[in-house]
């Protein structure tokens, strides 16, 4: 079998149709397989999934969960791929779909051509399913080989669409402890899959990135503290893996989620929580001196201290007002 492609639902009834078509639809001189984890969907997506297996016996292998394995799908992705049966892996989400019936074949080819590359990926256009937004393209302007310094910043940066992704599956034999650890199963693998080898791209619009109220990326939430607190975690394990080869970067990517949760809903009323994390802020960050002059009086001197601060430095004006 030379590719696996491993399928992960969740409520995906309104879109897995078009996704199976999609895939059922590639043109390849190869075999291939389709695996599909369902995360115990509340929605009619199991009976859309038993239609086309029974369509498609020999095609398609169904992995219907008994309870739902959380974590934002990871460990039904984790469950696909275990179960491939392919030299390589497709990723694909429930609600995305592909837009050229060669992607596969392009992929295959790729990466047969280029054995130190751990995977490779193609353009996707990002599509805003419940809002009215413009479509827009993933990758602007991408070089054709990327490496590890592509994928680490102080922002952080996500140009590869899950389902714009093939990978070689003995890219990574096991993943590490810390990986189960974090919410984002994408950013962590890409950076294990550059660990591993070369990416190369295909500068083709061959995928389709769908976001909508459902999808796993609306769970993001930058004003909760445990979405925060799990992006720290993961960027500081992230850290690690990579020897702290990185360090000066991720220390700055780590401190801006500290910032962020400066304002997170849960420490709107703590002022000793606020400066702690504001303390924390300075030190991973080092901002520069405006910033930290911002941060020092908005969060870490007490609101009182301030006013009598702010009376005294007013006093002499004051002063000379009534002379």
Same mark, same amino acid.
């Given at each position: 079998?030379?590719?696996?492609?491993?399928?992960?639902?969740?409520?995906?009834?309104?879109?897995?149709?078009?996704?199976?078509?999609?895939? #059922?639809?590639?043109?390849?001189?190869?075999?291939?397989?389709?695996?599909?984890?369902?995360?115990?969907?509340?929605?009619?997506?199991?009976?859309?999934?038993?239609?086309?297996?029974?369509?498609?016996?020999?095609?398609?292998?169904?992995?219907?969960?008994?309870?739902?394995?959380?974590?934002?799908?990871?460990?039904?992705?984790?469950?696909?791929?275990?179960?491939?049966?392919? /030299?390589?892996?497709?990723?694909?989400?429930?609600?995305?779909?592909?837009?050229?019936?060669?992607? +596969?074949?392009?992929?295959?080819?790729? +990466?047969?051509?280029?054995?130190?590359?751990?995977?490779?990926?193609?353009?996707?256009?990002?599509?805003? /399913?419940?809002?009215?937004?413009?479509?827009?393209?993933?990758?602007?302007?991408?070089?054709?080989?990327?490496?590890?310094?592509?994928?680490?910043?102080?922002? /952080?940066?996500?140009?590869?669409?899950?389902?714009?992704?093939?990978?070689?599956?003995?890219?990574?034999?096991?993943?590490?402890?810390?990986?189960?650890?974090?919410?984002?199963?994408?950013?962590?693998?890409?950076?294990?899959?550059?660990?591993?080898?070369?990416?190369?791209?295909?500068?083709?619009?061959?995928?389709?990135?769908?976001?909508? #109220?459902?999808?796993?990326?609306?769970?993001?939430? /930058?004003?909760?503290?445990?979405?925060?607190?799990?992006?720290?975690?993961?960027?500081?394990?992230?850290?690690?893996?990579?020897?702290?080869?990185?360090?000066?970067?991720?220390?700055?990517?780590?401190?801006?989620?500290?910032?962020?949760?400066?304002?997170?809903?849960?420490?709107?009323?703590?002022?000793?929580?606020?400066?702690?994390?504001?303390?924390?802020?300075?030190?991973?960050?080092?901002?520069?001196?405006?910033?930290?002059?911002?941060?020092?009086?908005?969060?870490?001197?007490?609101?009182? #201290?301030?006013?009598?601060?702010?009376?005294?430095?007013?006093?002499?004006?004051? #002063?000379?007002?009534?002379?």
């Amino acid at each position: 079998m030379k590719v696996s492609v491993c399928i992960v639902t969740y409520n995906h009834a309104k879109f897995v149709r078009q996704t199976l078509d999609s895939v #059922l639809s590639q043109q390849t001189n190869f075999d291939f397989e389709v695996i599909v984890g369902d995360d115990l969907s509340k929605d009619n997506t199991r009976e859309i999934l038993a239609e086309y297996q029974t369509r498609y016996p020999d095609k398609i292998r169904l992995l219907l969960h008994p309870t739902n394995m959380g974590n934002n799908g990871m460990h039904n992705a984790l469950s696909t791929f275990e179960a491939a049966r392919g /030299e390589y892996i497709a990723q694909m989400d429930g609600d995305d779909y592909w837009i050229s019936p060669h992607k +596969l074949q392009k992929q295959a080819d790729m +990466l047969d051509q280029h054995p130190d590359y751990s995977c490779c990926f193609t353009n996707a256009r990002v599509v805003f /399913e419940d809002e009215k937004y413009d479509s827009v393209l993933l990758v602007e302007d991408k070089k054709p080989v990327v490496t590890m310094d592509d994928l680490i910043g102080e922002d /952080e940066i996500f140009f590869m669409a899950t389902s714009s992704i093939m990978f070689r599956k003995n890219a990574i034999p096991a993943y590490p402890a810390w990986y189960y650890q974090s919410q984002s199963g994408d950013i962590p693998r890409n950076v294990l899959l550059a660990k591993a080898g070369l990416i190369g791209y295909i500068d083709e619009v061959m995928s389709v990135y769908r976001k909508n #109220l459902g999808g796993a990326s609306y769970a993001d939430n /930058e004003k909760d503290r445990k979405f925060l607190n799990n992006r720290i975690l993961m960027y500081s394990n992230i850290n690690r893996e990579l020897d702290y080869k990185y360090d000066k970067v991720l220390r700055k990517n780590i401190a801006r989620y500290y910032k962020l949760m400066l304002e997170a809903n849960q420490y709107s009323e703590s002022y000793f929580r606020r400066a702690g994390i504001a303390l924390k802020y300075l030190y991973m960050g080092k901002p520069k001196s405006s910033i930290a002059k911002d941060i020092i009086q908005n969060y870490i001197v007490p609101a009182p #201290l301030m006013k009598v601060y702010s009376a005294i430095r007013l006093m002499p004006y004051r #002063l000379m007002d009534r002379l």
